[in-house]
């Protein structure tokens, strides 16, 4: 320990000792107090450093890792300094040591009254123990002493708690609790150190720890590919073995990995792979009879008309969409769109209720939501706060996450695509050019998947939608909710949009204020390995909503009918 310290204190007086009050060999404390202070440093270095490679996966060698390194540098390199070089000082100045160095005996020298001599200063009086719970009675020097000794240390460890966040950025960050516990361990142990000599050691040791956390920064935070790598790369768990009397059963067919179904029920796997009509629910009609009775067109896309409508049967409103051409690619669309999105249950995505022939065509019945758009809403109320942004995102994500889990994609999320309902909670509609597995040759000739302005730059340029294109376009959905604009601005007609989006041009609108700013950065990048996956989002953006003291699942708007009977959105309560 004493021979560290030497080292130390050697290397700091040959960086900072003037021969100025309060003495060459007090300025040199506190120039080890610095030195000290880049332990800890190194040691969130290094951590977010190792995160570079690991990401968020924290099995036991990393925590393992990461504990020594908490132990080593932030508890025993600094506990070794401070202890040593006030034992150093207190041999000094009973004469059974000397300091290194040609200058050492200017520890015996006087600078001025305020300190007297070095050596009786740092190697004499009470340790920091005596000092705080035995007061002399002085309230200057107590308070003296109280604020280097207790406050400054405070003050150290904010920043401490600080650096630690900044290493574990991108991730959980209880792992960081193991680099500020062990500073709070070296505190605490360090009772024993020279009241005197502590208090310049501290005033050298904070201005490195507010410092500290500028190399931290710099180092950034993993890619999103990594921090993504352990759910793509997970095993997929092995069958268990037949009975060795048994021939062996024939593999089961393997799904493309990105869209591997998670507990689908059977009847709704024979539901999607049925080729003919889906099957339809008790009391409902094939033929229609009349059933459904039409009040008003809500719409009119590229592949039906929706209409409001009432189900005589059940005396319940519902959503017709009806198909333009009933030819037999149509039909088949239809059917396939219907026995997709029968699969999604979750309680943000549009239900299907029916399939059922109208006397102009093949016409699905879906669940009505009462509410308006949410581009209706952002052009009404104005951009929504970030609370409400976060509910948006998490709660849309979360659907079109177990959209994708049932193989199914939606590839045209947009604001208008997304409605509020009277209580302002986010519903995502009209998957209307949704894809199920297998379903890639179903395209009309010349239709362009998406909406120009919020379409994914692989989609504009010819390549297969994803998981990550959907995630591209929630991204620019919640963008456009937070600025009012389209991530890539907006341009005089959708061939140009559609140009725009083809050369990847870089995003110019996004909320820079935002608290979600940063992700919104990394969801739309236009590499899609490098987004983060929809079940990333969720959990980044739940955090925040949680440290913010607000849920997940709360209102975005509140839609509140004013006399004249049309709805308007209101901004959500808080």
Sequence with gaps: MNAFADWLLSLAHTLLSPGLCPGDWVWSTVAAGALTALFPVAGAVLVALMRKFTGNRYDTGTISAISVIAFVFTFGLPWLAFNGISSTYRAVRQGTASLP?????????????????????????????????????????????????????????????????????????????????????????????????????????????????????????????????????RPEPRPE?????????????????????????????????????????????????????????????????????????????????????????????????ARALAMVNHPNCVRVYDLVEEPDGLALVMEYLEGQSLATAVDTIGPLDDIAAGRLWATM?????????????????????????????????????????????????????????????????????????????LAATVSYALSGYPPRGTRETPMAALMAAARAEPVSRLPQRSVHARLLIASLDNEPRRRPTLHTVVREVEGFLARSGKSADGPVTRIVPPVGGTTRAMPPRR
């Design 241 to 337: 073995p037949p009975p060795p009397v048994e021939p062996p059963a024939p593999p089961p067919q393997q799904q493309p990995k990105q869209y591997t179904p998670t507990a689908v029920a059977p009847a709704a796997q024979q539901l999607a792979a049925a080729p003919g009509p889906i099957p339809m629910p008790p009391g409902s009609t094939a033929n229609g009879g009349g059933r459904y009775r039409r009040i008003k067109r809500l719409g009119h896309g590229g592949f039906g008309t929706v209409w409001q409508a009432v189900d005589n049967q059940l005396g319940r409103t519902v959503a017709l969409k009806i198909a333009h051409a009933p030819d037999r690619d149509t039909e088949e669309r239809m059917r396939r769109e």
């Design 397 to 473: 994500a979360g659907a079109l996450a177990a959209a994708h889990e049932k193989g199914v994609l939606h590839r045209d999320v947009k604001p208008s695509n997304v409605i509020l309902d009277p209580q302002g909670i986010p519903h995502l509609i009209d998957f209307g050019i949704a894809r199920s597995r297998g379903d890639s040759t179903m395209t009309a000739t010349g239709m362009m998947i998406g909406t120009p302005d919020f379409v994914a730059p692989e989609q504009a340029a010819g390549a297969p939608a994803s998981p990550a294109s959907d995630a591209w376009q």
């Design 101 to 233: 160095g040609a200058d050492s005996g200017t520890i015996f020298r006087e600078y001025c009254s305020l300190i007297g001599v070095q050596s009786d200063y740092l190697g004499g009086g009470q340790n920091i123990f005596e000092t705080i719970f035995y007061s002399s009675g002085n309230v200057l020097s107590y308070g003296y002493y109280l604020g280097g000794l207790v406050g400054l240390p405070l003050v150290a460890l904010l920043f401490m708690i600080l650096q630690a966040r900044t290493a574990m950025r991108r991730g959980p960050k209880w792992p960081g609790r193991l680099l500020w516990v062990g500073f709070v361990l070296f505190v605490a142990f360090s009772v024993g150190v020279s009241a005197n000599t502590a208090v310049f050691l501290w005033l050298g040791f904070l201005p490195v720890a507010m410092l500290g956390i500028i190399p931290i920064a710099l180092v950034g935070p993993p890619a999103w590919v990594v921090i993504n790598r352990p759910e793509r790369e």
